[in-house]
């Protein structure tokens, strides 16, 4: 039988939406005020969800106390109080965009949880606005 388990998180994090190859009359045409060139920040709130089927001997999917440690170690460090462009070396060579955080915080997820699992993220940059992956179909 399948199932789902869930875990959120929150952590904040400062960046800019800005493409060199854009003019900044361009820039601030596309992005308005996230193309503040002092940057910006969001508290953003995470839910991570694993699916899969139930182990019969413990009576978990997986252990919540372990999502809650690779959560903490792998994503939570990792940008907690950083500027996206500057401290995270994905985010050289593209826009720090939600959706763009979004899938980089998956793509960690999945390296560090067994590929039996399914693993979708939720990410709200605002209480209003939010991004998830993958899409659902």
């Not at 854009?22 to 596309?30: C, L, V």
């Not at 915080?105 to 990410?123: G, P, R």
């Amino acid at each position: 039988m399948r199932i789902t388990i869930s875990r959120r998180a929150h952590f904040n994090a400062a960046h800019r939406l800005h493409n060199p190859n854009f003019s900044d009359e361009k820039n601030e045409a596309i992005f308005g005020k996230c193309n503040n060139a002092n940057y910006h920040g969001h508290n953003y709130e995470l839910e991570v969800r694993i699916s899969g089927e139930i182990n019969p001997e413990t009576g978990y999917l997986l252990d919540l106390k372990e999502l809650k440690d690779i959560i903490h170690d792998h994503i939570e460090e990792k940008f907690d109080h950083k500027n996206l462009n500057l401290d995270i070396e994905e985010f050289k060579d593209i826009l720090p965009s939600t959706e763009n955080l979004c899938i980089l915080i998956h793509k960690i997820l999945t390296s560090q949880l067994d590929k039996k699992y399914h693993i979708s993220v939720k990410l709200w940059e605002t209480a209003r606005n939010a991004v998830e992956y993958p899409a659902i179909n």
